[in-house]
């Protein structure tokens, strides 16, 4: 949580490593208590779009249209989604009630992170490319007033956040390492609209995996295919590990010249 204008001020020289302590506690007793969510720049990982469509009984498309903003991650020229605010003047998060966040358990991995921020996912350069932890240090956040004391490990374990990475992990390699990309080599629209549509809009890949001659192209066993058509985490995986293969890799005989546009198939 916290503003991504707040965010980008308070990234600090001090890079945190697992092992960095620190005090902090959420509950709430705490006077600021939900304050952090509003005028949230929340991205969105893919994980995150898979644990909460399901949360709210959606479907992908229906989640990113009633929830989700569309940007470009600076430096890496890619595209995704944060989560949209209330146009009710209050710039609340949609899921924000008086006693907390209503889907606690599903809530995104920035959230679960805070007070920390995760470099490689921070909008700018200035974040620079590496995986490491800055604290975001909201002037209206009062946790660090509390005597609870963590490592940076302890905390990511404590919120669930190691669960997510892990699921999220090749995707993350993925956006780093187009961040290294020399500015000169740009994507392709489609390129970005595959990248787009692995990441964040599952239900529609999967539909463009049996729906097209997609598996004619990257064929996989029985058991695979019949996995990938139910089950969300194996299809992203199996889908960031296509992408790389057609960004990272030109020669690969399945590059992104030879993919039909999803928009071909509807
Ligand atoms: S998803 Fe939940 S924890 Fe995250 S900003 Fe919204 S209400 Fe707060
Ligand atoms: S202590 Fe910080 S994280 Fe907790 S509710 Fe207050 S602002 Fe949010």
């Known amino acids: 949580m916290g503003s991504e204008k707040n965010q980008q001020a308070q990234i600090e020289p001090v890079r945190l490593t697992f092992e960095s302590r620190f005090k902090f506690k959420c509950h709430p007793g705490v006077s600021c208590f939900t304050e952090c969510c509003r005028g949230t720049n929340i991205i969105l990982t893919p994980y995150d779009i898979i644990r909460l469509k399901k949360r709210l009984d959606l479907d992908s498309e229906q989640f990113l249209a009633i929830y989700t903003e569309p940007h470009i991650l600076e430096k890496t020229d890619l595209p995704v989604v944060t989560l949209k605010h ?16 209503i889907l606690y358990e599903d809530r995104p991995t920035a959230c679960r992170y805070y007070p920390l921020g995760v470099a490689s996912l921070q909008h700018k350069e200035g974040a620079d490319d590496e995986g490491f932890f800055f604290f975001i240090n909201e002037p209206h956040c009062k946790g660090f007033d509390e005597s609870c004391e963590w490592s940076v490990a302890e905390w ?10 892990e699921v999220n992990a090749e995707w993350t390699d993925l956006v ?21 549509l692995v990441s964040y809009n599952i239900d529609k890949f999967r539909r463009f995996v049996f729906d097209s001659t997609f598996l004619e192209r990257m064929p996989v066993d029985e058991e695979t295919r019949e996995k990938l058509k139910t089950d969300d985490v194996a299809l992203l995986k199996f889908g960031v590990k296509w992408l790389k293969s057609i960004l990272f890799n030109p020669k690969d005989p399945n590059t992104a010249e030879d993919i039909t546009a999803p928009e071909a198939m509807e």
């Open 86 to 101: 209330l146009e009710d003047g209050t710039d609340s998060c949609p899921f924000v009630r008086e006693d907390g966040c």
């Open 156 to 165: 990511r374990e404590d919120q669930g956040v190691d669960l997510m990475d």
């Open 176 to 196: 780093v390492h187009k961040r290294s990309f020399p500015a000169n080599i740009k994507l392709t629209e489609q390129a970005k609209q595959m990248f787009f």
